[in-house]
């Protein structure tokens, strides 16, 4: 194995059963040819989870009655409710669903800042939206201070000590996402949670890991925490649910429930056996690649041996990118183009590279890939999905360009040579 810091590269013939295990790699539908570069936005999708949704979704019976299907199709949940757990590497606890990973992380803030004593909640200023709304709504719902972890312009994330330092006796929650979406920096959350009890033994901390889930292992037994959450959708699989995770003591906390059910279901209604038959199939996947460098029947074991990869394949994918080859300059290297929050180590990062042009504006930068069949996505301070974000690191704007571990060298390659024609608009 080459030096793991710059990434390994899957094999050509790995690389085609992966390419040829989802849909639209190299292709847009209607326009043909093109490069679909804003996988951060969400992602390729694997046929098996679009084919199994349908399949499963197309079944009129209620999962909940006694007969043959009501049984298959509660299997079917039990094997995706168990999935949860393998990608999370979570032991007990309870599986939340929801129509987005959005409204998951708001009923998580709510049952943990209503029902936990405490003056303070914490978070942090790189947040998704989704994730510091619910904490700035319930702390000034119910009269908390809010404290926001200030971000680091050179690693483009937040560091420990930014976020420990904020944490005292009275703090009730601390809420961080496991990476930025717009940086792709990797907090240390491992650390977070070890240095943060070590001040208050039984502080609720919950993460937002939508952006990192698809690209890197999670394992809770490393990083306790009382709630986690991901979008089905930006992993491979398909729109319509958001799913959480909750530690024992945080699912039993008082929360919307049928009054009849355990004190820990945070189930709704009726299930949807379809979304959980996705994460089966997302998780089968994963393990798919993973039984391709080891021989295991632990299931959980498979997946973290291919999620391993896949960050190995995006790292070396990332680092073509930036660092270019002996064939085309990258983009560190490229004249008119600037690489923001450009963090030298690579195993810190998620694949998200933000860059500008001397020549032209965000938007405009993004139409003009468009033109050359490059999908590539622009973060502006005008978008309360980026203005925090993006202000703390004194920045008005990026392009923000996030492949996915099914690219190849040579997407990236044809990406740089369209980069270069942009430079000399």
């Not at 084919?51 to 006694?66: L, N, V």
């Not at 996915?404 to 060298?409: G, I």
Request: glycine share 6%; hydrophobic share 40%; proline share 4%.
């Amino acid at each position: 194995m080459s030096d793991v810091s710059n990434g390994v590269f899957f094999s050509d013939e790995l690389l085609k059963e992966i390419k040829d295990s989802f849909f639209y790699v190299d292709n847009d539908p209607t326009i043909g040819r093109r490069l679909f570069f804003d996988n951060a936005g969400g992602s390729f999708r694997l046929k098996k989870a679009v084919e199994q949704f349908a399949k499963i979704d197309a079944i009129p019976d209620c999962p909940e009655r006694i007969h043959k299907m009501a049984l298959y199709l509660q299997k079917i949940q039990d094997n995706g409710t168990d999935d949860v757990k393998i990608i999370f590497n979570a032991k007990g606890g309870s599986v939340f669903t929801s129509l987005t990973a959005s409204q998951a992380m708001f009923d998580m803030v709510r049952a943990i800042a209503e029902n936990v004593s405490g003056s303070n909640m914490i978070t942090s200023v790189l947040e998704h939206p989704s994730a510091y709304d619910p904490m700035e709504y319930y702390a000034k719902k119910l009269g908390k201070e809010l404290r926001v972890a200030k971000s680091n312009p050179i690693t483009g994330g937040v560091d420990v000590d930014e976020v420990v330092k904020l944490v005292d006796k009275d703090t009730c929650i601390l809420s961080v996402m496991y990476a930025s979406n717009i940086s792709g920096a990797i907090y240390d959350i491992e650390n977070i949670v070890k240095k943060a009890r070590e001040i208050k033994p039984d502080l609720y901390i919950i993460v937002d890991a939508v952006q990192h889930a698809p690209h890197d292992v999670i394992d809770l037994q490393k990083t306790p925490v009382d709630g986690i959450n991901f979008a089905p959708y930006k992993f491979f699989g398909c729109r319509g649910s958001g799913i959480a995770w909750l530690s024992d003591r945080a699912a039993v906390l008082p929360h919307h429930k049928l009054i009849a059910k355990k004190a820990g279901e945070w189930e709704l209604g009726s299930p949807a056996p379809a979304q959980f038959a996705v994460v089966t199939e997302i998780v089968n996947y994963v393990c798919f690649i993973g039984g391709k460098f080891i021989s295991s029947s632990d299931r959980r074991e498979l997946f973290a041996c291919g999620m391993s990869h896949i960050a190995l394949q995006e790292r070396a994918l990332m680092s073509t990118m930036l660092n270019g080859t002996d064939e085309i300059t990258g983009l560190r290297n490229m004249r008119g183009v600037t690489v923001f929050l450009d963090y030298k180590d690579f195993t810190k990062k998620d694949f998200i590279v933000a860059m500008g042009f001397e020549n032209l504006g965000y938007t405009q930068a993004v139409r003009e890939y468009e033109k050359r069949g490059v999908i590539v996505y622009e973060r502006i301070n005008t978008s309360p999905y980026s203005k925090r974000m993006l202000e703390s690191f004194n920045m008005d704007g990026a392009i923000r360009v996030s492949p996915l571990h099914c690219n190849s060298k040579a997407d990236i390659d044809e990406f740089l040579k369209v980069t270069m024609e942009l430079t000399t608009l």
